[in-house]
């Protein structure tokens, strides 16, 4: 029987249905769709005339080099990041959980709550913040390089981020750095909610902290990893807050440049919001699909959720 529509039912609706979905569609899905519409124009942004091009832009897009090589960068970036990143949180917050005495009641290190803030201390400095003060850190007269002398190698007033050897992996350090303490909390949580009857069952099972982590933690932790694939992944697909603070002219050879530096540079110093908002659709476009494979990566992985079984 269909459900009758009194003030009370009425009311909840909006407020918790309707209201979310006008805010979703006014402020989300309008700008994308003028985002597609004015990808296919070639507005200069500074003016009302357009003339529709319709793909045109798009295919400037994937015969410019300089674009290619930045969605090269931003994929790279997408897969990297996000490995280095949660394998390292992973180690942490396995470390401040379980990996203290092998005998007694399950705990981590002693002084684990000292770690946890120190490591997630990073995370509340704004990363334009942590991109201006690694940038003086890279300089040939910065503190690396002064830190390197000291213990006795001489790196020449090495430029590391004025070398395309050295420039996205430098770039990819600062990245991992800023955002390992906040996963590490949030995996820290996410162990925190396993049952500690699983944990003791596995010790006097004889499982180690190696097994441990491996067959019990990582498997209840799977979308939590899941999540933190895919924000990292984002973070990474755009990352421009960092590249503009460490190397805002997309470093040597464009090594580190990314697509959202390059929309920002053809939007607002070649006044060319058409074609720049073409690059806003590719990128989001990318994200989508990266968001797609990683769930679909997983479910391989982990198999179907529970919600999913008869």
């Given amino acids: 029987m269909p459900r ?12 918790f249905l309707g209201l979310p979905l006008a805010i979703f ?5 309008s700008p994308f769709l003028q985002a597609v519409y004015y990808s296919m124009t070639n507005w200069t942004g500074f003016s009302p005339a357009m003339d529709f091009v319709a793909l045109d832009n798009f295919v400037r897009l ?8 930045a969605m090269g960068n931003n994929i790279v970036l997408a897969v990297v990041v996000p ?9 942490f917050a396995s470390m401040i959980t379980v990996g203290g005495a092998s005998h007694g009641q399950v705990r981590g290190l002693k002084g684990s709550s ?19 003060l690694w940038n003086m850190i890279y300089q040939p007269n910065g503190l690396l390089n002064g830190l390197l002398a000291l213990v006795g190698l001489d790196t020449n007033e090495f430029s590391w981020l004025g070398d395309e050897r050295t420039a ?6 600062v990245i991992v ?19 500690a009857e699983t944990l003791e069952a596995a010790r006097l099972d004889g499982a180690g902290r190696f097994r441990t982590v491996v067959s019990i933690l990582l498997p209840q932790m799977r979308d939590n990893v899941q999540t933190a694939y895919i924000y990292l992944g984002i973070l990474a697909l755009d990352a421009f807050v960092y590249m503009a603070g460490l190397n805002a002219t997309g470093g040597p050879g464009n090594s580190t440049l990314v697509m959202s530096q390059y929309l920002f540079r053809t939007a607002f ?14 990128l989001a476009a990318i994200t989508l699909v990266f968001a797609a494979l990683v769930i679909g990566v997983f479910r391989l992985l982990g198999g179907k959720d529970d919600g999913d079984k008869a």
């Fill in 4 to 15: 009758k529509l009194t003030l009370d039912y009425v009311s909840f609706l909006l407020v």
């Fill in 25 to 29: 569609l006014i402020f989300v899905i």
């Fill in 62 to 69: 994937f015969q410019d080099s300089s674009f290619l090589q």
């Fill in 83 to 91: 490995l280095i990143t949660i394998a390292i949180a992973l180690v």
């Fill in 114 to 132: 000292f770690y946890r803030v120190i490591s997630f201390f990073p995370y509340v400095i704004p990363a334009i913040v942590i991109a201006i």
């Fill in 168 to 173: 996205m992996g430098a770039t990819i350090f």
């Fill in 177 to 195: 750095w800023s955002m390992v303490g906040f996963y590490m909390v949030l995996f820290v949580a996410a162990i925190k909610g396993i049952p």
């Fill in 269 to 282: 110093e070649k006044g060319q919001f058409g074609l720049a908002s073409a690059m806003g659709v590719v």
